[in-house]
């Protein structure tokens, strides 16, 4: 996820996911980045969620702005993730893995 001012963009070629097969070849592509972009790598975990409040999925959409309202500072928008859904599922513990990782862009 690449958050750049009020844009959000979702990163993607088609094809496989890194490291899903042996041998595999995979598309490349490319996007310009402006300073002060942030980036966002993640495992589907991260918003493959149920929600306790109504037992429905957190959808890839709510996700998105959530991390664009997020705060600014290096580690906050993760920190306000992870806290998030937290409460969104009703749990400390995930039933699938979360993984994130934060770049910001000088």
Request: aromatic letters at 14%; a negative charge.
């Amino acid at each position: 996820l690449l958050i750049s001012g009020d844009e959000v963009q979702q990163l993607r070629t088609p094809g496989m996911i890194v490291g899903g097969m042996p041998d595999m070849t995979y598309t490349r592509d490319s996007v310009v980045v402006k300073p002060g972009a942030r980036f966002f790598l993640y495992s589907d975990g991260v918003y493959e969620l149920k929600k306790v409040s109504d037992g429905k999925m957190w959808e890839f959409e709510d996700f998105s702005e959530f991390m664009k309202e997020t705060g600014k500072k290096l580690g906050e928008p993760i920190e306000e993730l992870i806290a998030y859904t937290r409460k969104l599922q009703g749990s400390e513990l995930y039933e699938d893995d979360f993984s994130m990782v934060e770049f910001v862009f000088a």
